[in-house]
């Protein structure tokens, strides 16, 4: 595992990290849909999990953004990013990589006082270098993280339990190995497989989810 992925204590989150009162891994919601248990009640989490969380995404631009902003959760949980997902788009002009590419240490002290994001210089600084990174590549970002995806799995793999879903695996190891490689930061066998769940690399999504019946 890399410290990338882990928090000062030593534990690793990701968005699918369940709350300690989660038992199962579905819950009825008050909108009469079965889900995966994760989202909990929030109104924001849920729609993320309902609308975006597993669907797939090919887009070179919302790549980069999933990369960046998976690595800024690292240790934290998923919602705290999500609520401020807003801002990161303002302040990291939309995650167009030319544009973050061009930032400067003026641009990170600036970033560093804005209290609507996180205020860590690591990872302000790996987005910026992370941009310049995906400019240098030789291929184009999409293509070379979507080189990764494992086959898809039958629908008789399907998770049912908590301790069916793997926090790291083969292909997410064999991402971060790559990603390195090429000059990415924050981007250990963790967070990549939490990336390949948000962007339909893989199917996470609970035997019973009514996504996991109508993806």
């Not at 994760?38 to 070179?60: L, M, N, S, V």
């Not at 807003?86 to 990589?97: C, N, Y």
């Not at 083969?170 to 990415?184: H, I, Y």
Request: proline share 7%; aromatic share 8%.
């Amino acid at each position: 595992m890399s410290a990338d992925d882990t928090t000062a204590a030593g534990s690793t989150t990701t968005e699918t990290t369940p709350p300690p009162s989660a038992r199962a891994a579905i819950i009825h919601g008050d909108d009469g849909l079965d889900r995966c248990s994760w989202p909990g009640a929030d109104a924001e989490y849920r729609r993320y999990h309902d609308e975006e969380w597993g669907r797939e995404q090919r887009d070179p631009r919302a790549l980069y953004e999933k990369l960046c902003l998976e690595g800024f959760q690292a240790g934290l949980s998923w919602i705290t990013i999500l609520r401020r997902r807003p801002a990161f788009r303002e302040v990291f002009h939309g995650f167009d990589s030319e544009r973050v590419a061009a930032m400067t240490e003026a641009d990170v002290l600036r970033l560093l006082g804005d209290e609507r994001i996180i205020r860590h210089r690591g990872k302000i600084e790996a987005t910026i270098s992370n941009a310049r990174a995906t400019l240098a590549l030789d291929v184009p970002l999409d293509e070379l993280m979507w080189s990764f995806a494992p086959p898809r799995a039958p629908e008789s793999a399907r998770p049912r339990a908590w301790a069916d879903v793997p926090a790291v695996t083969p292909e997410s190891t064999a991402m971060s190995k790559e990603l390195r490689r090429r000059g990415f930061r924050f981007v250990g066998p963790t967070t990549m497989y939490a990336l390949m769940q948000a962007t339909g690399m893989v199917d996470d999504h609970f035997v019973g989810c009514f996504r996991a019946q109508h993806p």
